[in-house]
């Protein structure tokens, strides 16, 4: 008997959980792999962005906004604001999610971790600093 399988980079896919794929499924990369910036990064309007090399410099996603860090990528921030964050590479310094902040298993953060909504941190992510949410109702 024959049996179908998936390709194997479908197989080994990491599945978000709480960012919408279709926004980073659309996202403008603007930091290839091979390159380093430095930096400030201003958006005033609700874009999807990848960095796949190194980055230093702030980050402000001022209406809506999502970040991917892709893996193999370093972030250094004093400040990262967006509406949604997906981390799989590393990150150093501050974070702030408007909506979600997703930490997948590849990811390494060091560092303030705040969330104004929801959290997702997947089996093997690694942090290493604080983090902020929502106040509890009780």
């Known amino acids: 008997m024959l049996q179908m399988m998936n390709p194997p980079q479908e197989q080994n896919a990491v599945r ?3 960012v919408p794929p279709g926004k980073v499924a659309g996202a403008v990369n603007v930091l290839p792999a091979a390159a380093t910036m430095n930096g400030s990064l201003e958006a005033r309007s609700d874009l999807c962005i990848r960095i796949d090399g190194n980055y230093t410099g702030k980050i402000d ?9 892709s893996v193999g990528a ?3 921030t004093d400040m990262l604001v967006a509406d949604f964050i997906y981390v799989e590479g590393t990150v150093k310094d501050d974070l702030h ?4 902040v997703e930490l997948a298993a590849t990811s390494i953060v060091h560092g303030s971790v705040r969330y ?23």
Do not use: Y
């Open 74 to 76: 370093v972030v250094v």
């Open 116 to 138: 104004d909504k929801h959290l997702d941190i997947h089996p093997g992510a690694r942090l290493t600093g604080q983090m902020n949410g929502p106040d509890a109702q009780l």
């Open 61 to 69: 996603m001022k209406v809506g906004g999502t970040v991917h860090i």
């Open 16 to 18: 978000m959980r709480l």
């Open 97 to 100: 999610a408007r909506q979600a």
